[in-house]
C-alpha cells in the first residue's frame, strides 16, 4: 500500500528527466513503483525537477567547527600536518553540548545541499575523561534530529602512527583492542534508528591501527557482511613510514593482508602507485575523493584517469566540511582534472557526458560504497529525492536536453527546493531566492 504519491514536472529517472512521473513511497520509505496516470491524491510539484539524493560517503561532522580556522601563515606556507594541529586544538575544546550542536549542524547544511545521506567516519569517541564513547551516541542523536540518513562508520584508532604512542591531541579517538571496538559498535547497532541508520566498520589508516588489527577487523566486518573504510594514502609521509615499517605502500600492503572486494573503499588515494590502483580496482572496490578538503589541505592531486581506466568506482564525500555543497565538490573532480591535463571532459560516461558520470558518482556509486539502496529513482530504493527550482534564475534559458548539465556545472545549493529522506520531505519545499 502506498504512503503518498509525489508528482515533479521532471523525474530523472536514471538516464533522462521525465515528465510527470507519479513516485509511488511505501509505509517503510521505500519507493514502490513509479507510475505514470496521475490521481487526485498526487503531491503535485509544479516547476520542480527531482533528483536522487546525493550520497557524501566521507564526513568527519566535529570538524564543522573548524570553518574559518587555520586558514593564516604567518610562518609561511601550511601543510596538512600543521592543519592536523588545529584540529586538535578544536578536539580539546569538545564537550557533548559543543559536539552535538556542530554535528547537527554540519547534517542540516548537508541537507540543505542536496545530501540525503552521509557516511560519517566517526572517530571523536571521548569527551575530556578519555573513557565510555559519550560522544558516539550523541552523533546517532544528532543525525536523527537533523533528519538525515546516517550511516555511521564507527571508526578504530589506536595509535598515534606506527608503532607510536597517542599523542595529546589522539587521546579522545582512542579504541585500545578490536574487542573494545565490537563491544561498542554492537552496543550502537542497538541503538540505531530503524530505517534511516546503519553502520559499517572502519580502520582509521595504516598509521592509526596496527595491521594485525585492521586484519582482524576487516576479517570479522567480511563475515557480518558490513562495508569497510579506510583513509589510504592521503599523504606521502603515510607511504614513505609504511614503506619503512611494512616493506610496502600502503595500498600494497592492505592489497597483500585482506581480501579486498566491493565492500570496501578507500578515502583519498591522492597518492596511489598506478599498478596498485589497478590492482585494487580490480577487486571491484571502492574511492572516495574529497575534492574539496584535498585542495583546502593542498593534499595533492589524484589521478583520476587512470583511476577510471582502471575500473575503480568512485564516489565523493565532504571531509572536513569547510564547504559543503554536492555539486561543487562534484565540479571539483572534474574540473582540477582539466587544469592539471589541459583537456576538457575527464569523467564522463559511456556516452561522453560529464554531468550524467558526476551524478552517477555523487549518487549510486555512494550508496554502492555505504551498502545502502539509495541513489536511485526506482522501486525497490529508498524514496530519497531533491528538489530543484526551475524557476531559479540560474538556470534560466535552459533547454530541457540540457537541464542536468545546467544543475550540475552551472548551479549550488540556490537551486535546491527541498529535501525528501525516506518520503519525508525534511526540508519541505519551498523557493529561496524570490
Excluded at 11 to 36: C, K, N, Q, Y
Excluded at 83 to 107: D, G, H, K, N, P
Excluded at 174 to 198: E, F, I
Aim: aromatic residues 6%; proline residues 3%.
Amino acid at each position: 500500500m502506498s504512503k503518498r504519491r509525489i508528482r515533479a514536472d521532471l523525474t530523472w529517472t536514471g538516464s533522462s528527466f521525465e515528465r510527470d512521473v507519479i513516485i509511488a513511497v511505501d509505509d517503510g520509505g521505500m519507493i514502490s513503483a513509479l507510475e505514470s496516470t496521475p490521481s487526485r491524491d498526487d503531491e503535485h510539484l509544479p516547476d520542480i525537477a527531482l533528483l536522487p539524493g546525493f550520497v557524501n560517503v566521507h564526513s568527519h561532522a566535529f570538524q564543522r567547527g573548524l570553518r574559518g580556522r587555520g586558514e593564516r601563515f604567518p610562518e609561511g606556507a601550511g601543510s596538512f600536518w600543521t592543519w592536523r594541529e588545529a584540529m586538535y586544538e578544536l578536539v580539546e575544546t569538545m564537550t557533548a553540548e559543543s559536539i552535538y550542536a556542530i554535528s547537527r549542524q554540519a547534517f542540516e547544511e548537508m541537507l540543505a545541499a542536496g545530501m540525503t545521506t552521509v557516511g560519517e567516519f566517526h572517530y571523536l569517541h571521548h569527551d575530556a575523561s578519555c573513557d565510555g564513547f559519550g560522544f558516539d551516541d550523541i552523533i546517532l542523536r544528532a543525525a536523527a534530529d537533523a533528519g538525515i540518513r546516517l550511516v555511521l562508520l564507527n571508526t578504530m584508532y589506536t595509535t598515534g602512527g606506527i608503532g607510536q604512542p597517542l599523542g595529546r591531541g589522539q587521546r579522545r579517538f582512542m579504541v585500545r583492542t578490536t574487542d573494545d571496538y565490537w563491544r561498542q559498535y554492537d552496543r550502537l547497532a542497538s541503538r540505531l534508528l530503524g530505517g534511516t541508520q546503519s553502520m559499517g566498520v572502519v580502520a582509521h589508516s595504516i598509521r592509526a591501527v596496527p595491521l594485525a588489527d585492521i586484519v582482524a577487523l576487516h576479517r570479522e566486518s567480511v563475515r557480518r557482511g558490513h562495508v569497510f573504510h579506510m583513509h589510504v594514502e592521503e599523504q606521502r609521509q603515510e607511504i614513505e613510514s609504511c614503506r619503512a615499517s611494512y616493506g610496502g605502500t600502503p595500498m600494497h600492503t592492505l592489497l597483500d593482508a585482506l581480501p579486498i572486494d566491493q565492500r570496501f573503499t578507500a578515502v583519498h588515494c591522492t597518492h596511489t602507485d598506478p599498478a596498485d590502483m589497478a590492482a585494487y580496482a580490480a577487486t571491484g572496490a571502492n574511492v572516495c575523493l574529497c575534492p574539496l578538503t584535498e585542495g583546502n589541505l593542498g593534499d595533492g592531486l589524484a589521478d583520476v584517469p587512470g583511476m577510471l581506466d582502471s575500473g575503480a568506482r568512485l564516489c565523493f564525500g565532504t571531509d572536513s566540511n569547510a564547504r559543503l555543497c554536492a555539486m561543487e565538490e562534484l565540479r571539483w573532480m572534474e574540473y582540477v582534472q582539466r587544469l592539471a591535463r589541459e583537456r576538457r571532459g575527464v569523467i564522463v560516461d559511456a556516452s561522453g557526458e560529464v554531468a550524467r558520470a558526476l551524478l552517477r558518482i555523487g549518487t549510486r556509486n555512494g550508496a554502492r560504497a555505504l551498502g545502502i539502496p539509495a541513489g536511485r529513482i526506482e522501486a525497490g530504493h529508498v524514496a530519497d529525492v531533491v528538489a530543484i527550482d526551475l524557476t531559479h534564475p540560474s538556470l534560466a534559458g535552459t533547454s530541457a536536453p540540457d537541464l542536468l548539465d545546467a544543475i550540475m556545472l552551472g548551479t549550488g545549493n540556490e537551486t535546491i527546493a527541498g529535501t525528501c529522506v525516506g518520503g519525508r520531505w525534511v526540508r519541505p519545499v519551498r523557493r529561496n531566492w524570490q
